[in-house]
């Protein structure tokens, strides 16, 4: 995927594990990086080993000026804009229990920001004869679990704008897909089991033909396939999981 090499690309989110995956698999192809997100010591972390092709931005997302001043500032510093990962999300949800005002905050991070950055990136994408532009759904959108309603019912929103989005970006030379992972190690699991990967994959066997969980650079493989030119035929939502061990019917 040599085409990538000297492309810019903003990573929301940049800062989580899934996020670092996605800037250190697109450095690896010698991608420029912006990096937004509102964790400055994660953001700083990640940037620090590889200032000249990573930058980062301490950006609230659900601030619009704050995103089009980030925008506008990789493309000064950079020099363009070609990519933008929208990985950042809220897991904040209590179920029947939440509230309007975490209702709002979900949908407001999780969909609605995700649109206010392809909003802004995409006057420089233009610029540029056209981009692409990846959001990060969940198979949570299609599967109901018992006490989440406020993150699967934002990434099902987010999958439904991803469509639209491709369509109506499409005259741009803008493709835009979302990746849906399965379970995938994340900061969130991390927290949860202490560290202890084992643990989550035990957890995850029964659930995933690979008796794991996924690996964020393997979902960091895919958002670059989606980037590059392989996926020039790609314009639509692109499912990445590991589906349940088949049903086994007795004779």
């Not at 996020?19 to 994660?42: P, T």
């Not at 999300?89 to 005002?101: F, H, I, K, N, P």
């Not at 995700?114 to 949570?140: D, E, K, Q, W, Y």
């Amino acid at each position: 995927m040599k085409e990538l090499q000297g492309k810019v690309a903003i990573v929301t989110g940049g800062a989580t594990l899934i996020g670092a995956a996605v800037v250190q698999v697109l450095r690896s192809y010698q991608v420029k990086v912006a990096l937004f997100d509102i964790d400055a010591a994660g953001g700083n972390r990640v940037a620090a080993g590889d200032p000249d092709g990573i930058g980062f931005w301490h950006v609230d997302i659900t601030d619009d000026q704050q995103l089009e001043r980030g925008v506008a500032d990789v493309a000064a510093r950079f020099g363009r804009v070609d990519f933008l990962v929208n990985v950042a999300a809220t897991y904040l949800d209590d179920g029947v229990q939440s509230g309007r005002e975490d209702w709002l905050k979900a949908l407001d991070v999780n969909v609605v920001s995700a649109v206010m950055a392809a909003r802004a990136v995409r006057p420089h994408l233009v610029a540029g004869g056209g981009g692409a532009i990846v959001n990060f759904t969940s198979i949570s959108s299609k599967v109901a679990q018992t006490g989440r309603w406020l993150y699967p019912v934002s990434k099902a929103a987010l999958v439904q704008v991803t469509r639209n989005m491709a369509m109506d970006f499409a005259a741009d030379s803008i493709r835009v897909n979302a990746v849906s992972p399965g379970w995938t190690w994340s900061r969130v699991m991390d927290e949860l089991t202490h560290g202890d990967r084992a643990k989550t994959d035990r957890v995850a066997a029964d659930y995933h033909l690979l008796r794991r969980v996924g690996d964020p650079r393997e979902v960091a493989d895919v958002v670059a396939f989606l980037l590059s030119g392989h996926a020039a035929l790609a314009r639509r939502v692109a499912p990445v999981r590991t589906p349940r061990p088949p049903v086994r019917c007795s004779d």
